[in-house]
C-alpha cells in the first residue's frame, strides 16, 4: 500500500517550554543570569506566550503547542503521530549556570513541567529530562530522580559552556545514564552558533541566512560524535544509547573524512585512532533522528547507521521542524510571510519516510509529495531513493522504542 502507514509513529525530537505557571516561580534565577529563560504568558494573545531572558527582554512569542499537553494532541491526531518524546528546548538547560544548587533547581523546575504532559497523557508522550552537566554530582541525583519519575532518558547540548561532552568531568554522568538504563538524546547549542571571537560572531549572525541555526547546528552535532568516539565514551560504554539530532548533523557525510584522518596521521590521535570509526557505529549505541530535510541524504543515513539506528524526528513545533508553517491555500504563515514557493511543501511528520517508494511501482505517486524537488539533476532524470517496508517501520516506531529502553 502507498503511501506505507506503520501501526505506531513514535516522533523522537520534539521541544517543550516551561509552562507560564512557572514564570514567578522561576523569577529568583532570573536577575542572577542575563541567558536564563522564562515563558511569561501573553498580555492579549491567550494562547500565546512570551520568551523572556533575564534581562526583561521579550526574544520572541511562541503558541501554545510549546507546554499545552491537549494543543500538542490535537497535532498528533492530525500527523497521525501516537507518541511524541518531549525534550527542553536547548536554551533552557542552564548550562551557564555555575551554582550547582541553582542549575539543579532549575532543572527539577523543567523536569517537573514536562512530567506534567507525561502525568495527563501518559499513552501519547514519553519525557526526557534536564540535568546539570556542569554538576556531574548533582547531574546524576537529576538523573536517578527522573528515573524514578518514569523519563526514558535525558537531553544534554552538544558542549557544556564551551567544554567539550569527553571532558573527564562529565563520563560519570554518561556512566549514570548507562546504568539506569537511561537514552541520551543530543542537540546542538552554543559554541559555533554563538561564537565569542568578533569576525567569526559577525559571519554567524542569524539576520545572516539564518546561520547559526543551518550551518553551526551540524557541526556542533558532528563536534559532540567526534568527542564522544575519539574521547571513547561510546567504546567504553557500549550499551549507552546515545540519539544525534537533525540526521546526525554534518556527522554521517563526514564519516570517511573522520575516519581517514586517522589513518593517515595516527601521531595526532594517540590511542583513539585504534578504534574505527566505521565499527565503532555498528557496535556502540549510534543513533540519529531522520531530520535532514532531503530524501538522499536519508537514504545515505539508512547505508550509514542501518534503519534500526534512525528514529523519525519532526523538531515540533518549531519552523524549522517537518512541519509546513505556509497554509496551502494563502501561501502565507502566521507572521504573513509569503511562501518562496508557488505551492506549499504540505509536510508534516514522517514525511519523507512515509511518502518515499518502496520500488519503482511508486515512483510517480511519491514524487507528488516532493514538488519542491527537481526531477533531474546533472546526468539527467533521477529516482527517489527506496526504503523497505521493513525499514520503515524501524524508522516510524520500532527504533524510537530501542532507543529508549522500551
Known amino acids: 500500500m502507498y503511501p506505507f502507514k506503520a501501526p505506531e509513529k513514535w516522533d523522537v525530537h520534539t521541544h517543550t517550554t516551561l509552562s507560564p505557571d512557572t514564570y514567578h516561580l522561576l523569577e529568583k534565577y532570573a536577575s542572577s543570569y542575563a541567558d536564563f529563560v522564562r515563558?511569561?504568558?501573553?498580555?492579549?494573545?491567550?494562547?500565546?506566550?512570551?520568551?523572556?531572558?533575564?534581562?526583561?527582554?521579550?526574544?520572541?512569542?511562541?503558541?501554545?503547542?510549546?507546554?499545552?499537553?491537549?494543543?500538542?494532541?490535537?497535532?498528533?491526531?492530525?500527523s497521525g503521530v501516537t507518541v511524541q518524546v518531549l525534550s527542553p528546548t536547548p536554551m533552557m538547560i542552564p548550562d551557564f549556570v555555575d551554582n550547582e544548587t541553582h542549575a539543579s533547581d532549575i532543572c527539577k523546575i523543567l523536569n517537573d513541567d514536562n512530567l506534567r504532559l507525561v502525568e495527563k497523557f501518559p499513552e501519547r508522550f514519553v519525557a526526557l529530562g534536564a540535568v546539570p552537566m556542569r554538576h556531574p554530582k548533582r547531574a546524576i541525583q537529576e538523573l536517578q530522580r527522573l528515573k524514578a519519575l518514569g523519563a526514558r532518558g535525558v537531553e544534554i547540548n552538544s558542549n557544556i559552556d564551551g567544554k567539550d561532552l569527553d571532558s573527564e568531568e562529565f563520563f560519570p554522568v554518561f556512566e549514570a545514564a548507562n546504568d539506569l538504563d537511561m537514552g541520551i538524546f543530543i542537540h546542538p547549542w552554543g559554541g559555533f552558533m554563538f561564537p565569542r571571537e568578533t569576525k567569526l560572531a559577525g559571519r554567524m549572525k542569524a539576520t545572516r541566512n539564518w546561520r547559526p541555526w543551518l550551518t553551526a547546528m551540524p557541526l556542533e552535532t558532528a563536534l559532540a560524535f567526534d568527542s564522544l568516539t575519539r574521547g571513547q565514551v561510546h567504546q567504553r560504554l557500549p550499551g549507552l544509547r546515545v540519539l544525534y539530532a537533525h540526521g546526525g548533523g554534518a556527522f554521517p557525510t563526514l564519516l570517511g573524512r573522520l575516519e581517514h584522518g586517522s589513518y593517515c596521521r595516527p601521531d595526532l590521535f594517540g590511542e583513539s585512532c585504534k578504534q574505527n570509526l566505521w565499527n565503532t557505529i555498528e557496535e556502540c549505541g549510534v543513533f540519529s533522528d531522520t531530520l535532514t530535510h532531503n530524501p538522499w541524504a536519508l537514504k545515505m543515513l539508512t547505508e550509514v547507521l542501518g534503519s534500526s539506528r534512525m528514529a523519525l524526528g519532526s523538531d515540533y513545533p518549531y519552523p524549522l521542524g517537518e512541519v509546513d508553517p505556509f497554509d496551502a491555500k494563502t501561501l502565507e504563515d502566521p507572521k504573513q510571510n509569503k511562501c518562496p514557493y508557488s505551492q506549499t511543501k504540505n509536510i508534516y511528520p514522517g514525511h519523507m519516510t512515509e511518502h518515499l517508494p518502496t520500488g519503482p511501482a511508486d515512483q510517480d505517486k511519491a514524487w507528488e509529495h516532493f514538488n519542491w524537488l527537481p526531477r533531474s539533476n546533472a546526468d539527467g532524470e533521477r529516482e527517489l531513493p527506496t526504503l523497505s517496508e521493513t525499514q520503515k517501520e524501524n524508522i516510524l516506531y520500532k527504533t524510537a522504542k530501542r532507543w529508549l529502553g522500551l
Open 39 to 78: 515563558v511569561r504568558a501573553h498580555a492579549v494573545k491567550p494562547c500565546c506566550a512570551q520568551l523572556v531572558n533575564g534581562k526583561g527582554e521579550v526574544l520572541r512569542v511562541i503558541e501554545d503547542d510549546a507546554y499545552n499537553p491537549t494543543t500538542r494532541v490535537a497535532a498528533c491526531k492530525q
